[in-house]
């Protein structure tokens, strides 16, 4: 079974400073992993993705991740953090077999709070 | 473009009843899984449909059903509502239903409160 931990139930950031928002995950064979955000009262937005290749992704909105296969980790980073990225973000993880089948596994999720 | 629609945007209920929740995917994804995400918690895979056969089923008990059309739009019925059943039930729809590297794009969800 696959399962996604984020160890940290908020992350306070102040703006212009350097973020980062932890996942690690357990899975069976090659992961698919991703990392979605979500504002109040929305659903949630697609980030970026990990599928293979290189290690480091980049996505929307000046996010990247780091994928880490020995540490089993996809941490969430962005240079220069915004007061706009204050929102709930949740890491994601799914079975790299191409079945079709694609039950996405979330973690508990991470808010984050950038000050002014 | 359009993203995903869920209809209604909220919903009351009392236990007992029935409720049915509606989707419409990305125009030209024709794959749609659905999810419940409790207040606190990360959403909790319900369904997935592709060509409008059930792909895939989370630990949801037979209360839980859905269907996809031929349109691609889905519907998630559940029956005999427990409080329990009070969350965000969350649809999202993929291009590729036989590529399992494709992200969902998630719908604005349907708050279902169960009194």
């Known amino acids: 079974a696959q399962s996604v931990a984020q160890p940290e139930d908020q992350v306070n950031v102040a703006e212009g400073n350097p973020l980062t928002v932890k996942c690690t995950y357990s899975?069976?064979?090659?992961?698919?992993l991703f990392w979605y955000v979500q504002y109040p009262n929305r659903g949630l937005q697609f980030l970026l993705k990990y599928i293979t290749g290189d290690n480091l992704v980049k996505g929307s909105y000046g996010f990247e991740a780091e994928f880490n296969k020995s540490q089993t980790s996809f941490h969430l980073k962005k240079p220069s953090a915004l007061v706009s990225d204050s929102a709930l973000y949740f890491c994601a993880v799914r079975r790299g077999l191409n079945t079709g089948f694609q039950k996405l596994v979330f973690g508990t999720g991470t808010r984050l709070l950038v000050s002014p | 473009d359009a993203g995903v629609t869920q209809s209604p945007t909220h919903l009351i209920k009392t236990r007992g009843q029935h409720v049915t929740l509606r989707c419409s995917p990305i125009?030209?994804?024709?794959?749609v899984s659905w999810y419940q995400q409790v207040l606190g918690q990360g959403p909790q895979f319900i369904f997935q449909?592709?060509?409008?056969?059930?792909?895939g089923r989370g630990n949801f008990p037979d209360r839980f059903s859905a269907r996809q059309f031929p349109n691609y739009s889905s519907e998630l019925n559940v029956n005999a509502l427990l409080l329990g059943d009070s969350a965000l039930y969350l649809c999202?729809?993929?291009?590729?239903?036989?590529?399992?590297?494709?992200?969902?794009?998630f719908g604005p969800g349907t708050r279902l409160t169960v009194t």
């Open positions: 449909y592709y060509e409008k056969e059930e792909r």
């Open positions: 899975v069976s064979g090659n992961p698919y």
């Open positions: 999202a729809s993929s291009f590729h239903g036989t590529d399992s590297s494709y992200e969902q794009y």
């Open positions: 125009s030209g994804h024709k794959s």
